[in-house]
Structures are given as C-alpha cells and as structure tokens.
C-alpha cells in the first residue's frame, strides 16, 4: 500500500539555521504531494504541495520539489525562526485512493532563539 | 471565511455518556472530514462526506456515528466509547473531494474518556 516516510524528530535548531525535513514516498500512479503544519494546541495547516513531478511548491520561505526519480519531496527552509517551531507531516493523496491523505509520521521541529 | 470551527474544544466524558462533536465550515465546501489523533502520532481519517453522503468509513467501531444534517454542518456522535478512544478528534473540509484539494482543519475536539 501506499505510504510516506520522514526523517525522525525531533530536530532542533538555533534561529536562522538551514532547516531539511526529509520525506520519501511509496506509491503507484501519481499522487499529489502535501507538508501540512501543526501548531502547538491547532489542527494542521497546508504548507505547500506540488501536484506532478518536479513541481516546486513554497510557502512562507519553506520550499520543496516533487522528484519523482527519487521518490522525495524533502522540504527546506533557509532561514528559520523561533515562531517555525511547529510538528511537520508529509502527506501524499492520490485520485484513485478518493479522499484519503497518507501521512507521514510527523517531525518535530524546535527551534531555539 | 476561512475557518472550520469545533465545539467544544475539550469534552471528558465517562464510558456510559453520550455525546456530540461539533463541526461548522462556511467555505461552501462539499467535502468534510473526521480525523482521530493519538498523541505525537500523524491523524488518521475515519469518514468522509462527499456533497452530504458518507463515501468513506475506515472500519470505525459503531459507537462512533457520523451525521451530515447540511452542507455546513458535521457531527460526530460517540456513545459507549472506551479510554483508548481518548484522542484529538479533527474536522476538515475541502473544496471538493479531489486529489489536489487542500484541507482546512480545525483546530479540534481533545477528547477524555474516563
């Protein structure tokens, strides 16, 4: 079945560091690829996504590129703040699976002043 | 109006009660969804309607039931629920139930089942 894989949290980072949140997929046909945050005590909140191979999306200075030769949509950020501190998950969506968003198992991101 | 409001925000109840979620989107979305989420785990969905038809339930025990009564509004009955179902309990909505589609969630019903 289908399935997303992150890198292991938590991570944390001093303010203005380079943030990569690695993410690989699992799937036939071609999902559509999501990074949805979640903010301490709030439900999650798309942070970008791209719908086809090699598509960038970005948001908010966070990036992340669909490469579909490696099964990847890591993201990154090139400066991050205090205010980033958030859990990020991966998700993938694809049309035959209906309205199904496959998650990752989420990083936690902390990032210190 | 971009918001998915829940109510209540925190509910605690006991394994004989009955109770309701909450959940309102004025977006004119035809998709709404219920997610269960475990502490420092991803959600998991269990319903979704699509145009007011329950077109996904993901094996959810019975003692949770889902009722869309209109285009905006989503409840979740529990009844009989057990401790392991305490969870942050998620509403999303979508546009339309389509690949590309971004969720709006709210921002949740905690859930105590004493």
């Known amino acids: 079945g289908d399935s997303v894989t992150q890198m292991e949290g938590p991570v944390t980072l001093s303010e203005e560091a380079f943030l990569t949140i690695n993410c690989t997929y699992t799937?036939?046909?071609?999902?559509?690829l999501f990074w949805y945050v979640q903010y301490p005590g709030e439900g999650l909140q798309l942070l970008l996504k791209?719908?086809?191979?090699?598509d960038k999306g970005s948001n908010k200075g966070f990036e992340a590129t669909y490469r579909k030769e490696t099964t990847s949509f890591h993201l990154e950020k090139g400066s991050v703040q205090v205010s980033d501190s958030a859990v990020y998950f991966c998700a993938l969506r694809k049309e035959t699976s209906g309205s199904r968003l496959t998650f990752g198992e989420g990083t936690q991101l902390t990032v210190n002043p | 109006d971009t918001e998915v409001t829940q109510t209540p925000k925190h509910l605690v109840m006991g394994m004989t009660n009955k109770k309701s979620l909450k959940c309102e989107q004025h977006m004119g979305h035809r998709a709404m969804y219920w997610y269960k989420q475990k502490a420092k785990k991803p959600p998991e969905l269990m319903f979704v309607y699509s145009y007011e038809k329950l077109s996904i339930n993901e094996s959810v025990p019975s003692r949770f039931s889902p009722e869309c009564p209109n285009s905006s509004l989503l409840n979740l009955h529990l009844h009989a629920l057990q401790p392991e179902d305490s969870a942050l309990y998620l509403c999303a909505s979508s546009r339309m139930p389509l690949r590309d589609e971004k969720l709006f969630f709210g921002s949740g019903t905690q859930l105590s089942v004493l």
């Open positions: 791209a719908t086809k191979a090699d």
């Open positions: 799937a036939t046909g071609y999902p559509s």
